[in-house]
C-alpha cells in the first residue's frame, strides 16, 4: 500500500513527448529515474530516509546532510528518499520554491539491489521511532523479501542490510540531545524560554508509544534550566495549550519565549504552525478548543504573545535539527552503529 501510495504522488508529471516513453507506466519512469542517479563508487550504500518537504530551507539542510555522509563514510555511495507521497509531489511541482525531484525508499531500494550494492544501510531521519519510522521499516521488509519478484532472490540472501535508528530511538538518545541542544541553546535559555515544537503522533498512530520522547526531553532538558519545554502539533495533551499550562505552574507568566522546531528540517510546520502569522487577530477570550484542548488555525508564536510573553519575529529560531552539526552528528553517530534489520517491528519499547 506504501509504495502504491508513493507511486501515485507522481501522476502529475508530464510524459516524455518520445513515444517509447509514452508507452512507460509511472512506476517504469520513476524507477528509471532513480537507476539513473545510482552511481556506484562503492560496496557499500547509505540510503537517508526523510519524510520530506517542499522548503528550500530544507532542500538545503538535505544537501548538506547528503555531504556530511560522504565526508564522514568515504567507503559508502549516499543517497536520499522522501517517505512522504506528498512532499514528493509538492516539491516537484515547485509549491515553494524551484521544483526538486525526489523519490520514495522503494524505488531507491530496488535501484540499490539492481545495482547488487553489498551493503545497505538504511537511516531514517525521522526525530521519534513513530508512525512514519514504521513505514521506513515496511518499505526495507518489502525490498528484503523481494515484494515485486524481480530482482535476483540469490543476492537479497547475501547482502547486508542494516537500519540506522531515529534520532531519539533510545532513553539514551534522549539525554545526549538535551545536553546538545543545552550547549547550543543555553544564553537564550537565561533569558526566557526556550520551546521546542515537535511532530508527534496522534494516539491511534503511536507506535511504540514513541510520543513519550516529548515527555523525557523535556524533562532531561529541565535539568539544565526550568525555561525549556517540549510540546508538539500533533501528538494529544502536549500542544502548545498544554506547554502554556505547564510554564504557568513552573510560575512563567510572562518573558521572552524563543521557539524552535525539534524536526528534522524546518519546513511548513516550522515556518507556518510554529512561526506564521495564523490566528494574529484571535482573542484569547474567544478561542475555540478543539475535541482534544487545541486551537485550530493559531501559530505558536501569536498565541504566546496573545498571551502576554514576548513571542516575534526576533523570538523565531526556525532551524531544523539537520542543520545544526552537532545534534546531526547523533543521526550520523546511529548509521555508525547500524543493526541488521530483524524483527525491530516488535521488539521496541520507547516507553521505557
Known amino acids: 500500500m506504501t509504495a502504491m501510495v508513493a507511486i501515485a504522488g507522481f501522476s502529475f508529471i508530464s510524459c516524455d513527448k518520445d513515444s517509447k516513453e509514452e508507452t512507460k507506466n509511472n512506476y517504469t519512469r520513476y524507477q528509471d529515474a532513480v537507476d539513473a542517479q545510482i552511481k556506484k563508487g562503492h560496496d557499500k550504500a547509505i540510503l537517508l530516509v526523510a519524510f520530506g518537504s517542499t522548503w528550500e530551507q530544507a532542500f538545503n539542510a538535505f544537501d548538506a546532510t547528503i555531504e556530511a555522509y560522504k565526508n564522514e563514510f568515504k567507503d559508502c555511495d549516499v543517497y536520499l528518499s522522501y517517505s512522504s507521497a506528498i512532499c514528493i509531489n509538492r516539491a516537484a ?35 521519534i521511532p513513530g508512525e512514519e519510522f514504521t513505514r521506513v521499516i515496511n518499505y526495507i521488509k518489502d525490498f528484503a523479501n523481494n515484494s515485486l519478484g524481480d530482482l535476483d532472490d540469490k543476492y537479497l540472501s547475501e547482502v547486508t542490510i542494516k537500519l540506522g535508528m531515529p534520532l531519539l530511538a533510545a532513553k539514551e538518545d534522549v539525554t545526549t540531545a538535551a545536553t546538545t541542544l543545552n550547549s547550543i ?84 510546520h516550522a515556518h507556518n504552525d510554529m512561526a ?51 545534534i546531526r552528528a547523533i543521526w550520523m553517530n546511529h548509521t555508525k552503529n547500524a543493526e541488521t534489520l530483524e524483527d525491530y517491528y516488535h521488539s521496541m519499547f520507547p516507553e521505557e
Not at 291 to 316: A, H, P, R, V
Open 276 to 326: 506564521g502569522d495564523d490566528g494574529e487577530d484571535m482573542d484569547p477570550e474567544e478561542y475555540e478548543y478543539n475535541d482534544e484542548g487545541e486551537i485550530e488555525d493559531l501559530s505558536w508564536k501569536c498565541y504566546f504573545d496573545q498571551n502576554g510573553y514576548t513571542c516575534g519575529e526576533d523570538e523565531m529560531i526556525v532551524k531544523g535539527l539537520l542543520e545544526l552539526e552537532s
Open 93 to 127: 511541482a515547485g509549491e515553494n520554491t524551484q521544483p526538486r525531484n525526489y523519490y520514495a525508499p522503494n524505488f531507491w531500494l530496488h535501484g540499490l539491489g539492481a545495482a547488487k550494492y553489498k551493503e545497505i544501510i538504511v537511516q531514517s531521519l525521522q526525530v
Open 185 to 268: 541553546y543555553s544564553a537564550k535559555a537565561n533569558e526566557g524560554v526556550v520551546a521546542f515544537m515537535g511532530h508527534g503522533n496522534p494516539d491511534s498512530y503511536d507506535t511504540y508509544k514513541a510520543n513519550v520522547r516529548y515527555e523525557q526531553l523535556e524533562e532531561e532538558l529541565q535539568k539544565f534550566s526550568p525555561n525549556y519545554f517540549v510540546g508538539t502539533v500533533d501528538a494529544p495533551e502536549n500542544y502548545k495549550v498544554q506547554v502554556l499550562e505547564r510554564m504557568k505552574e513552573a510560575g512563567i507568566t510572562s518573558g521572552k519565549v524563543y521557539l524552535h522546531p525539534l524536526m528534522s528540517i524546518a519546513g511548513d
